[in-house]
């Protein structure tokens, strides 16, 4: 009788070392999922541009709806965001909001936005879709117009694409799609602490 106890033994022991094994695995399988979670979110998370590898924007001057001229060389010095977009684009609609906001903080540390309007038009007048996008979300910062008989969104790989400028006027880091806050937020801050260029 007692050898037969010692021989049930064995298979309850084989079992518990089953389950120990599975639960590890299972365990290290969790945290394999969970690392990698962490390094695509790194990885699409990405950054700006190392300062080595920018290039200089191209010069920009344009139209304001206001009447005024807006050139990107008079804001040398500062971080700039060229924010291109349609009143036709749902996540265009979707992202100003959060453009309102992140303005409306780092404006006093140095930086600036201008909205272009991709919407096409066959005269020198302002579309009424622009119109109604500027009115109902209330945008204050600067609003421009693409020249009429323009086809520059067909150009383009997706709206709304936003080009963050550095304080050199250099390309900093280009989104394509409605950009993220906390990204645009942590880029906007990295560019703000590069030093201010000398200006002539």
């Known amino acids: 009788m007692q050898s037969r106890a010692k021989t049930a033994e064995y298979p309850l022991s084989s079992l518990a ?16 999922i969970f690392l990698i979670t962490v390094l695509v979110r790194l990885r699409m998370g990405g950054t700006v541009i190392a300062e080595k590898d920018r290039n200089p924007m191209p010069a920009l001057r344009v139209n304001l709806l206001n009447g005024e001229s807006w050139s990107l060389a008079a804001h040398r010095g500062q971080v700039v965001a060229i924010n291109y977009w349609a009143s036709w684009c749902g996540p265009c609609w979707q992202e100003t909001p959060m453009l309102i906001k992140i303005n409306r903080e780092f404006s006093p540390q140095g930086f600036a936005i201008i909205g272009i309007s991709v919407d096409e038009r066959n005269s020198n007048e302002t579309p009424l879709g622009v119109r109604h996008f500027v009115d109902v979300l ?7 117009l693409i020249a009429p008989m323009s086809q520059v969104s067909y150009s383009m790989e997706g709206l709304p694409t936003t080009i963050l400028i550095d304080r050199e006027g250099r390309i900093a880091r280009i989104y394509v799609g409605a950009v993220r806050e906390r990204t645009f937020r942590d880029d906007i801050s990295t560019l703000l602490k590069e030093p201010t260029p000398l200006l002539q």
């Open 17 to 32: 070392k089953g389950r120990y094994f599975a639960a590890f695995a299972l365990l290290g399988l969790f945290l394999l």
């Open 138 to 144: 209330r945008v204050p910062y600067p609003i421009a």
